[in-house]
């Protein structure tokens, strides 16, 4: 294999993984066996991009695929905690609508704004990557809604309110910006650079 491919095979996995903790809960796996699917996960996820960087092969169409293969793996992580223990869903159902909600409230401008889904990598989106693997790991190994999952639903709403401040600073689509402070700083640049090219011209 080609190692530039290495980093769209990441991707590929991480998306193959959403079928295949699905498919392990409604077959009745071990929690063992769905919390290694989630490691798996979350370790493609955390080199795809090392990686990518690393061959120069970061491109805008690499990260949205990123970032959609991250959104079916964790639908389906849902899912399959929803079939494995239902009430651990229902007893966070206020921030689970409260998350869902803010992730149509950012597809729905990123799609006006930009035409197309937002990549930011953010730090926090980072953080909660780390804090959905400790809860949902906890979750099916015990069974229960406990402060690991907890924290995760809490970060997730930080993380989108900032994406969706983001979007709104920024004037046009842009891939791995690490925080809100980022977009500021990258839309002042290019406001700067529009006032001093009026300013040769006239």
């Known amino acids: 294999m080609n190692p530039r ?15 295949a903790i699905a498919a392990a ?28 960087r690393r ?29 494995r223990s ?24 990123e799609r006006f704004k930009f035409g197309k889904l937002a990549s930011y990598h953010l730090w926090s989106s980072k953080a909660w990557g780390v804090a959905l693997l400790l809860g949902f790991s906890e979750a099916f190994l015990t069974g229960r809604s406990g402060p690991l999952f907890e924290t995760a639903l809490v970060l997730g709403i930080v993380s989108d309110l900032e994406g969706l401040a983001a979007s709104l600073v920024l004037s046009q689509w842009r891939h791995d910006v690490p925080s809100l402070v980022h977009a500021v700083r990258l839309e002042r640049s290019r406001a700067g650079d529009r006032s001093g090219t009026k300013a040769r011209r006239s």
Do not use: H, K, M, Q
């Not at 964790?74 to 079939?83: G, H, K, N, R, S």
């Not at 009430?87 to 869902?100: C, P």
């Open 25 to 52: 809960a409604w077959a009745g796996g071990s929690a063992t066996l769905l919390t290694a699917i989630l490691a798996v996960a979350f370790l493609s996820d955390v080199f795809d991009g090392i990686v990518a």
């Open 86 to 109: 239902p009430g651990v869903l229902a007893r966070n159902a206020a921030w689970l609508a409260g998350l869902v909600a803010l992730e149509l409230a950012r597809a729905g401008l």
């Open 5 to 19: 491919s290495l980093p769209a095979a990441l991707v590929g996995l991480r998306l193959a993984c959403a079928p």
């Open 55 to 83: 061959l120069g092969v970061a491109t805008p169409e690499l990260r949205r695929a990123d970032t959609l293969a991250d959104t079916a793996f964790y639908i389906a992580a849902a899912l399959a905690l929803f079939y």
